[in-house]
């Protein structure tokens, strides 16, 4: 029986290409699917060293593998991936170990980890990001976990990473589930920065009447300059293709309903439980839960009407590019926030510049910001916040005007705009001197003895309201 080096478990989009990643790097790859037939016609024109052996059932493919072991799985998150262990783990033995590759909430990887290892099988968290032409050339890979499991699988993850400047974009980002928190940052990131662009194309489109091509070609322009990003640059080849059946551009045919695989509400729920004001990501998730509700837009949309549009002055279309620019930036700051919370929360002892130099290649939400973050210190106590490193702001800090006119400009024509809108309110907030939440206080304080407490003395207070309204410390 040949011996693989590796097993794959979950062959769709990602396991398969990963699969032939890992064959391309010389391993002969043992891969396992449910689903009939994706192992053999994966198989095919790869057999031998360096090959790919389809396995029929988890036992096979154990039986397959050089000990000490290792499986990546690149399976749906959740109850899928627990099956997949529970249907491994008692056919593998101590020091093997399972590299969990797909999606997964943080804290379903810390038990999983904690259960193996009452077993003795190493696991490791690893978020990996690139989606299929990533998995195929080389994603960039954040792993979580022990460093005796992480030594045992570098070589290998490291081998299939993408690379800048000769580095590979694979680390192991921190212990336990420190690696799907980050990947769940990313992926929250990607949702904001997928809903700004695409509200910059709505921008052009209602203000200045502007075709789904002729956006994509503004767009290609800005991905020449400071915006440089993958995602910008997809989005630019998409408003550029024409639709085979009918002969019109391809995104005027989609229905304007968002889907989601869940991750971008992972993110705004952990930013919620950390107290973390990731404003962009929660709205880009509401956003896509909006679009959905296609019935309710419908009948809203015939009991309120919708402003006619008014047209936007000279500089529009620059106006939203700077917008764009400015409102990027924020974005990927308060992911970094979320990283920095998590981290402190965990105890994970997070490091924001290998993070972002692991985001550079190979990945969804690669940038040319990302230079900056990596040089930027954003472990000083002093500089908490990305948004006040010099040289991260200031490409864009001149911006601001005209991120403003873009949103006043919106909400003067009814042109949806929450993510630039709210991002902007974030940025509005934190320079805030004195924000209304003096009055938060005032009012819980009223209906709830919350207490409060003073600018001028210390201590924690209550003022008596349903009686003399006098005031007590307490
Ligand atoms: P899917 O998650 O959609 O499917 C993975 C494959 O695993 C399917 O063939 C599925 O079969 C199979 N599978 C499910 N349960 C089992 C089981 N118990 N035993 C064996 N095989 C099983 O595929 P993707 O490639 O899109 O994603 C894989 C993982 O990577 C997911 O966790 C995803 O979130 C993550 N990911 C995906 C990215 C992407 O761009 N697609 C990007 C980054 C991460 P069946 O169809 O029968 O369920």
């Not at 794959?8 to 790859?29: C, D, E, I, K, Y």
């Not at 997928?194 to 209602?206: F, G, M, P, S, V």
């Not at 998730?285 to 809203?300: G, M, P, V």
């Not at 990945?363 to 990302?370: E, G, N, S, T, V």
Request: glycine share 12%; aromatic share 6%; hydrophobic share 45%.
């Amino acid at each position: 029986m040949t011996t693989a080096q590796v097993g794959v478990v979950g062959l769709a989009v990602m396991g398969g290409n990963l699969s032939r990643n890992l064959a391309r790097q010389g391993l002969t790859v043992a891969v396992y699917d449910r689903v009939q037939g994706l192992g053999r016609d994966l198989a095919s024109g790869h057999e031998g060293v360096g090959g790919i052996v389809d396995c029929a059932n988890p036992e096979s493919l154990i039986a397959a593998l050089a000990r000490p072991r290792a499986v990546i799985l690149l399976v749906p998150a959740g109850r899928a991936t627990d099956a997949v262990i529970r249907d491994l783990a008692p056919l593998m033995e101590a020091g093997d170990t399972i590299i969990d590759a797909g999606n997964a909430r943080f804290e379903d990887t810390e038990n999983r980890e904690k259960a193996l290892a009452a077993m003795g099988i190493r696991f490791i968290g690893a978020g990996v990001s690139g989606g299929e032409e990533g998995a195929l050339h080389g994603p960039s890979i954040m792993a979580g976990g022990g460093q005796g499991a992480w030594d045992a699988v570098r070589p290998m993850l490291e081998g299939i990473s993408a690379r800048v400047d000769g580095e590979p974009c694979c680390a192991l980002v921190g212990p336990g589930g420190a690696g799907h928190f980050v990947k769940t940052v990313h992926n929250g990131i990607e949702y904001a920065v997928l809903q700004l662009i695409a509200e910059a194309y709505h921008l052009l489109r209602e203000g200045l009447g502007e075709t789904a091509p002729r956006i994509g070609e503004a767009f290609a322009d800005w991905n020449a300059s400071g915006l440089d990003s993958y995602l910008l640059e997809v989005s630019a080849e998409a408003l550029r293709h024409e639709d085979a059946r009918t002969g019109r551009p391809l995104v005027d045919v989609i229905l304007d309903e968002a889907g989601n695989k869940g991750t971008g509400v992972w993110a705004a729920q952990a930013a919620l439980g950390l107290g973390v004001p990731a404003t962009g990501v929660a709205e880009a998730a509401f956003a896509r839960a909006l679009s959905a509700r296609r019935e309710q837009r419908e009948s809203i949309r015939a009991a309120l009407g919708s402003p006619e549009p008014d047209s936007p002055g000279e500089g529009f279309q620059e106006d939203v590019r700077q917008a764009l620019e400015f409102a990027t930036r924020v974005a990927y700051a308060q992911g970094f926030d979320l990283i920095h919370a998590g981290s402190d929360e965990h105890g994970w002892g997070l490091d924001c510049a290998s993070i972002a130099r692991v985001w550079r290649g190979g990945c969804i939400i690669r940038a040319r910001l990302l230079d900056a973050i990596v040089e930027a210190n954003i472990h000083d106590p002093g500089t908490p916040s990305l948004l006040t490193d010099p040289p991260y702001m200031a490409p864009v800090i001149a911006g601001e005007a005209a991120w403003r006119r873009v949103v006043s400009w919106a909400v003067l024509s009814g042109i949806p705009v929450p993510v630039f809108s709210s991002l902007l309110s974030y940025v509005d907030a934190l320079r805030t001197e004195r924000l209304p939440a003096a009055l938060i206080q005032a009012q819980r304080d009223f209906f709830g003895a919350h207490t409060y407490r003073r600018i001028d003395v210390d201590g924690a207070f209550h003022t008596l309201w349903s009686s003399d309204r006098s005031e007590k410390e307490v």
